[in-house]
């Protein structure tokens, strides 16, 4: 690079302003050249300003990069919007605050103060979160149960509420531990000799749960049954209209009443690969792990599947010296994916995507997505077109063009060097 860079500073002035013309309009073609996306979609009208996010349908994510580096969204001035990707999670765990009935709340002066709650399916339970209000105040507190509210038994002889400093809030949670009960009624008594009472909110306790993730219908092509007697296997063969990421499969037996067959999912993922400088990017298929699963009559005939792009997929069932499944139907889902973006209401949007080069994008906004609510209107892309083929069609001759540059800076400077050394020579 060096060795013909030095020709070109030793040239006249006017000779290298051509010159440096000439790279400037290499790069710009290289530059429009990264910057090509092959397909586009439009998104749904925004009602109103704000965020909101931007569901990536089965089309979008199998003609996107796998890691999403080429997704872009523009308004209608051609301005890139920045934005947050966003992943459903399969399974989340979630606490929840469940409050118990309480039934009174007394007081007597300079005494003590009584709680009384009611629990009347007789969960079992070995704790009570009280919500109060903020006091720097240090309690005393007796804790006993009853099933008729007239005989009550200890549970926790003594215990202390610390103070309470919530600088973020005007109320906290505090928790009381005590042995695994069920009692239809719990007595907490708090000592109140040298202080006002508290200002309790609510008793209840927390409840973790588990749920499922929301997922996004795959539509496919065409499904094909295969039953081998010679195998005792069943083969289900679903083919896609273009490459999708199936995640999630769901099954639709319906007969017989009481099965369990061991089972596999074939998958043949799709890798790119190159052929030269000139020719169109193809494509070799290579069979990828097989993932087993069992469907079994008394849980839910469902299958998760590691995220691959694929364009096919093949099911084989064991069926052993059983008669085959009746199968309704088999459901292919992908997990759900966002753009979370601030958009203008009145404002047009379009997603492009669909360029192997593209890196992903650096925008401060991911310093923020904590900031940002998890809960948030949910816009749909409409139909996707293939801007590629447009542009094809308008400038046939583009990588002809860019590599005749090329070939004409090469020539160029070679023309310049064999000038110069000439000239060195006559001196």
Known sequence: MIKLLLPMILMPMNSRFKLLLLLLFLVSCFGAAAQKFNWQAPVAPVAESGYHRILLSPEVTGYAEAGFADLRLYNTAGEEVPYLLRTEEPVQYRRLFRPYNILSYTHQTGCC???????????????????????DVQKKVALSGSDNQ???????????????????GTAEVKLLDFPLSDYKFFRLQLNDSTSAPLNILKAGYYDTFTESGKYTLVPHQKISRTDSAATKKTYLHLLFPL????????????????????????????????????????????????????????????????????????????????????????????????????????ESYVLRF?????????YE?????????????????????NVSATTDRKTPTSKIIIWAAIALVVAGLAFMTVRLLNEMKRG
Do not use: C
């Open 243 to 346: 490459p999708v990421y199936p995640e999630r499969l769901e099954f639709d037996i319906t007969a017989p009443a009481l099965y369990y067959r061991q089972a596999r999912v074939l998958t043949k993922a799709e890798q790119p690969r190159r052929r030269g400088l000139f020719r169109k990017r193809r494509r070799r298929e290579a069979v990828a792990p097989a993932v087993s699963f069992v469907l079994h009559s008394n849980e839910p005939a469902t299958v998760t599947l590691p995220r691959r792009q694929v364009e096919e997929l093949t099911i084989e069932i064991e069926n052993a010296d059983n008669p085959p499944l009746t199968i309704a139907a088999v459901k292919v889902y992908q997990l759900n994916r966002y753009l979370v973006a601030d958009l203008e209401a009145g």
């Open 150 to 168: 007239q005989d009550w038994y200890v549970l926790k002889a003594q215990d202390v509420l610390y103070a309470i400093e919530n600088t973020e």
């Open 113 to 135: 103060s009584e709680l009384i709650i009611a629990n009347p399916e007789q969960r079992k339970i070995n704790n009570i979160s009280l919500l109060i209000r903020n006091a």
């Open 365 to 385: 906004l991911s310093y923020f997505k904590e900031e940002i609510p998890e809960n948030l209107p949910v816009l749909q892309t409409g139909n996707i077109e």
């Open 354 to 362: 669909g360029n192997a080069k593209a890196k992903t994008p650096d």
